[in-house]
């Protein structure tokens, strides 16, 4: 198994900084939140069309450049390192993975290639996003496959061009499809603490959906891990982010004559901060290396989503306190990160729910040895 | 040379040099002389000048036939390759076969009661007489201190110069009158530790290693070698049963003694491998509470290995950037012991209390509890070593100095 990132990969990584870095700066991070839909179409079709980025992990039969979890992760760190404000997570990530994971073969053929070149901007709603085994509680699809129940939480489903749904059938789960226009569909926007995300709430009644597949509990859980890796990818590059610019605030502020940094108290605290970034990233680069290579029902996506997220937040918590009051107030940019850091650490199970999971895996690991 | 010459070679000269029934001094003289006792060193000095990937051979024919190497354990190879880097001809001649024998155990005398974290404030003396070095003053925390034959050691040369700028390096002679070593009991009850006093203890003038006030530089290869981990003698074995032949016999005899002081240090790292089986054997594994506790244990000795993992891949592919591994491994073996042993806490719950062999594990768990304070020190501060990751790898301003200017001049501890 790979243990650090090939040449290609880090050839890969400073390409796409550099298009973030361009094209995800702080004022456009700001204008962004401030809109309903939360995203630039031009730089989506931009990283869509002239970077292909949609479709890196999605498999090339059905129009994607069939690379991994660890290409994706590249992605998603240097998105969270620039706060990126856009459908990738929910359409690319979530909604691609779960198409290829849970689409029969004509659904993969039909929509994922759409997705995969970000034509379509999809997103999948899933009535629960603690937990894999809560899913499918709150929507229901009959025989006929008429789906009725409730979201709470969609995102971007304000601004998707298509829903995936996955919903309690008669008999186990099932993966479906809804345009936003269909009859029986009511998105309402519900305001979010990170404002650089956006959230609707979805209610179906009667509404008609396409079947594309089926959702085993084996695949739900596998399918899970994959999203959490790629979201604890995002959160490891915003920690980073977040520890180079705060290091860089307390050697430029001036208290009692000398650069607030030279005191150990903050000295000290910005250490252990770089211990727990390279602990989460080594967890987090991991559980990528381990998806790619095919290694399934492990620990370490739990681990990475949990370590990443306790992280992310200490970061965030951290940033604001050794900035003092202006790390308190809307000017500064730090809340931005803080909010994006709260809602990555609940979103797909707080880290207390990917700890129990990790020792489920442990112990049934040891029951079978 | 390549792979297979040095693996044929080598062969030749077991097949032709090697019995189990040597002595072990006898046995390890003909690796010396041979220079497969230390196949990195020069062919100068006992060694073949191999690199690394050439050693590696050498180390593997000797794991797969069980032939005893050379003496390894304790603080002697800082002595060994600090003489290396920085010793005379003639230092190098004298001290080095007898260390890759194992004829010489050796110690290090570095740190004082008054200076710990502050090497270099250190303030034992060294006057120069007409023909010998003469040494006052108090070292603390030396492991092997008490068979040791000969000891590696930081002294106060000059009073006047800056504080780096007055340390010499010495090589002295424990077998003396002037130097009396006291074990020091610590608070798990071990005493792997010395404090040796010298008292008008004499150094020969010619075992001055590097220039007079060149001991800083000196003491500097010491500690770097030491943080590679070459002082550790921890999990050393005998390749064969004592009962395959006197070299073995002789070797486990040695190991016996040399292995004595590193007994409890698996305990001061937390034992997180007794985690899991002891959360079964007790049914705390029940409690979810106890399972957070556990994975969050299991998280931060999992992402240290990973860690430490990409970091040699990294070094091994030869790329830039790497970090300071160093520091961040030993700040994270802390946080790893603490939360071990406050899960072992847990999950023993009164029990905990119990200690010595009918207790938990044989005793582990009590010893365990009672070691993993001294991991956040031994080595270097867990503060120290915040200092060093904020300053070298997040590039945060150093502290003003309080200790320029001549050393006699500067505050320090009444001693």
């Known amino acids: 198994m790979q243990a650090v990132l090939s040449e290609d990969q880090m050839q890969f990584k400073q390409v796409i900084a550099r298009f973030f870095d361009t094209h995800s700066t702080m004022p456009a991070v700001r204008r962004l939140s401030e809109t309903e839909t939360g995203f630039d179409p031009v730089v989506w079709s931009e990283l869509s069309e002239t970077l292909g980025l949609p479709g890196t992990h999605l498999p090339e039969e059905y129009g994607g450049h069939g690379f991994g979890p660890t290409e994706l992760g590249i992605i998603l760190e240097e998105m969270g390192r620039t706060l990126y404000c856009g459908p990738f997570f929910s359409s690319a990530v979530m909604a691609g993975y779960a198409l290829a994971c849970f689409g029969d073969e004509a659904a993969k053929i039909e929509k994922l290639p759409q997705i995969a070149a970000g034509t379509t901007r999809a997103t999948l709603v899933l009535d629960d996003l603690n937990h894999p085994s809560k899913v499918g509680r709150l929507i229901k699809a009959n025989q006929a496959g008429v789906l009725t129940g409730t979201a709470p939480i969609v995102l971007d489903g304000g601004s998707a061009q298509a829903f995936l749904i996955v919903a309690r059938e008669p008999a186990g789960l099932g993966l479906f499809e ?183 895996i442990l112990q049934e690991a040891q029951d079978v040895a | 040379m390549s792979r297979d010459e040095i693996k044929a070679e080598l062969e030749q000269f077991l097949e032709a040099e090697f019995s189990p029934d040597l002595s072990l001094i006898e046995w390890r003289q003909r690796l010396v002389s041979a220079g497969w006792a230390a196949p990195l060193w020069p062919e ?98 030396n492991t092997s201190a008490h068979h040791a034959d000969f000891g590696i050691l930081v002294a106060r040369s000059n009073w006047d110069l800056p504080k780096h700028q007055g340390l010499s390096y010495f090589l002295i002679d424990m077998r003396q009158p002037g130097v009396e070593v006291r074990p020091l009991k610590q608070m798990n009850g071990h005493a792997s530790f010395n404090e040796v006093f010298l008292t008008d203890a004499q150094v020969a003038l010619d075992d001055l290693v590097g220039g007079e006030g060149e001991g800083w530089a000196v003491a500097t290869t010491t500690l770097s070698i030491e943080r590679q981990g070459f002082a550790r003698g921890r999990g050393q074995s005998t390749p064969a049963e004592p009962s395959a032949g006197r070299v073995y016999r002789e070797l486990a005899q040695e190991l016996e003694i040399d292995n004595e002081p590193y007994t409890w240090y698996p305990q001061r790292e937390g034992r997180p491998d007794l985690v899991l089986q002891r959360a079964r054997e007790t049914g705390a594994i029940e409690s979810d509470a106890v399972r957070q506790e556990m994975a969050k244990l299991f998280c931060l000795s999992e992402a240290a290995r990973i860690s430490a993992n990409q970091v040699s891949a990294h070094q091994k592919s030869g790329a830039q950037g790497v970090l300071p591994a160093g520091s961040i491994g030993k700040l994270g073996a802390s946080v790893i012991a603490r939360q071990a042993a406050h899960v072992h806490t847990m999950i023993s719950g009164a029990s905990a209390m119990l200690s010595g062999p009918r207790s938990a594990a044989d005793g582990m768990i009590a010893e365990t509890l009672v070691s993993v304070p001294a991991i956040s020190i031994a080595g270097g501060t867990d503060e120290i070593q915040r200092n060093i990751i904020a300053e070298r790898v997040l590039g945060m301003p150093k502290e003003q100095r309080m200790d320029t200017g001549p050393f006699r001049d500067i505050p320090r501890n009444s001693q």
């Open chain 2, 44 to 141: 100068a000095y006992f060694g073949r000048g191999f690199s690394q990937a050439q050693a590696a051979v050498v180390t593997q024919v000797f794991a797969e036939r069980r032939i005893v190497g050379a003496a390894q354990v304790g603080p002697r190879r800082l002595a060994a390759e600090t003489i290396l880097a920085h010793g005379t001809h003639e230092q190098k001649l004298r001290y080095l076969p007898k260390i890759l024998t194992g004829e010489h155990a050796w110690c290090q005398l570095f740190s004082e009661p008054g200076s710990g974290s502050d090497l270099a404030g250190a303030s034992t003396r060294a006057d120069r007489e007409a023909d010998h070095w003469r040494i006052n003053g108090q070292k603390v925390w």
């Open chain 1, 178 to 360: 809804l345009s936003p226009t269909s009859p029986g569909v009511e998105i309402t926007l519900q305001e979010s603490i990170d404002m650089t995300r956006k959230i609707a709430r979805l209610t179906l009644q009667s509404a008609p959906g396409l079947r594309l597949g089926s959702v085993t509990e084996q695949g739900l859980y596998q399918f899970w891990d994959l999203i959490s890796v790629a979201l604890a990818h995002e959160m490891i590059g915003g920690a980073a982010r977040l520890l180079n610019d705060t290091v860089e605030y307390t050697k430029g502020r001036y208290q009692f004559g000398r650069p607030i940094g030279s005191f150990q108290a903050l000295k000290h605290r910005c250490a252990d901060l770089l211990m727990s970034l390279e602990f989460a990233k080594a967890a987090t680069h991991h559980a990528g290396f381990c998806l790619a290579a095919g290694e399934e029902t492990t620990i370490y996506p739990s681990m990475a989503k949990a370590m990443a997220a306790d992280c992310f937040m200490d970061m965030a918590r951290a940033a604001i306190q050794l900035r003092g009051g202006i790390g308190f107030t809307w000017e500064d940019d730090t809340h931005l990160w803080f909010k994006r850091a709260k809602c990555d650490e609940v979103l797909l199970g707080a880290p207390y729910q990917q700890r129990a999971r990790m020792m489920d």
